[in-house]
């Protein structure tokens, strides 16, 4: 499917990572203004195959007239400040993200005490969150702030001289995933919003917005609504931002949806004995992970936690300083 959006004039640029889930997928639209779809984390390593990537098709950093960032992590926006700085390019994402993507090593400390304060309301052991909070301050280095010139806002349309990308918002994966649609070419670019080899987290995030009232956000939530949006798009296609491209995303998102279903129904047995912590899940279900996994195992519970309080069959005691999940 790669050859029906480079008869598009969308190219990949496979970009690495030190990261888990490996290369980051970048694309290159040659259009005016030449346009690239992420950019990669903030390292040398990823800046040297993304400018041996743009070379192959000659290209120069420089000559990028215009970045989209699809969402806030960091394996897809680090490099954008590079953009902005060296290159000429325009930067642009969510309206929402620019101000967090403009302060990002503001935003990005927050982030990480934030989730200190959420691991210790969940359960999790103080040597392991303190530990984890440690390592935040090193991974934050392969993000970076960035200038941002433009905010897309959902439902606008992104012109360039030989297409139109409608911006569609599909909060979940992160709060600040946008999908860009190429209607004409029947493509669309999907950022981590739907990939075809790994289902997406739903990772607790906090809000883009500075009116948050503390309660604490139900991405998986969110992610379905959006899942159950992209079942409807009409493309053939949908270039995600790791791994091959989807496609028959309709099938793929009722598959992903079912196996949320079964982790709910799963997670649900194991408050048969009393009420648990979501740490105490996590652990019953993974063992002891890797600190750096953590975060995401206790993301994984608490989304599908909320599923269920959503249906009524799970509820939340926040009385103590820890909480606690029961059968309802
Ligand atoms: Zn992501």
């Known amino acids: 499917m790669l050859d029906v959006a480079e008869a598009a004039g969308i190219h990949r640029i496979v970009v690495p990572t030190p990261f888990g889930v490996g290369d980051v997928n970048c694309y290159l639209i040659e259009d005016d203004p030449l346009t690239l779809v992420d950019c990669g984390p903030n390292s040398a390593t990823s800046l040297l195959a993304l400018e041996a990537g743009l070379a192959a098709r000659g290209h120069r950093l420089e000559d990028v007239g215009l970045l989209v960032v699809?969402?806030?992590?960091?394996?897809?926006?680090?490099?954008?400040?590079?953009?902005?700085t060296r290159g000429h390019a325009q930067i642009a994402c969510l309206d929402d993200l620019v101000p967090i993507l403009a302060d990002w090593d503001t935003h990005a400390v927050d982030d990480d005490d934030d989730a200190l304060l959420v691991m210790r309301r969940h359960g999790v052991e103080e040597h392991?969150?303190?530990?984890?909070?440690?390592?935040?301050?090193?991974?934050?280095?392969?993000?970076?702030?960035?200038?941002v010139d433009r905010g897309l806002t959902p439902g606008s349309t992104l012109a360039l001289a030989g297409r139109e990308l409608e911006i569609l918002f599909r909060p979940g994966h992160s709060p600040s995933d946008i999908v860009l649609v190429d209607h004409a070419h029947r493509i669309a670019l999907g950022g981590?919003?739907?990939?075809?080899?790994?289902?997406?987290?739903?990772?607790?995030?906090?809000?883009?917005?500075?009116?948050?009232?503390?309660?604490?956000?139900?991405?998986?939530?969110?992610?379905?609504?959006?899942?159950?949006?992209?079942?409807?798009?009409?493309?053939?296609?949908?270039?995600?931002?790791?791994?091959?491209?989807?496609?028959g995303h309709r099938a793929l998102v009722a598959d992903r949806?079912?196996?949320?279903?079964?982790r709910a129904a799963s997670l649900l047995k194991r408050l048969a004995d009393g009420p648990r912590t979501a740490h105490e899940i996590a652990t019953s279900i993974w063992g002891t992970v890797a600190v750096t996994q953590v975060f995401l195992t206790l993301s994984e519970v608490l989304g599908h936690l909320d599923l269920l309080i959503s249906r009524g069959q799970v509820t939340e005691d926040r009385s103590a300083e820890v909480i606690r999940f029961a059968r309802a």
């Not at 699809?70 to 902005?84: E, S």
């Not at 392991?128 to 200038?147: M, N, Q």
């Open 192 to 247: 981590d919003h739907l990939l075809a080899g790994i289902s997406s987290n739903a990772v607790l995030s906090r809000p883009l917005t500075p009116d948050w009232d503390g309660r604490r956000p139900t991405p998986l939530l969110a992610y379905r609504d959006s899942l159950q949006k992209t079942a409807d798009l009409d493309v053939d296609v949908i270039l995600g931002g790791h791994g091959v491209p989807v496609t």
């Open 128 to 147: 392991v969150a303190v530990a984890l909070r440690a390592v935040a301050d090193i991974v934050r280095g392969w993000g970076a702030s960035s200038r």
């Open 257 to 262: 949806l079912a196996d949320q279903d079964r």
């Open 70 to 84: 699809t969402h806030q992590h960091i394996d897809h926006m680090g490099l954008a400040h590079v953009f902005a």
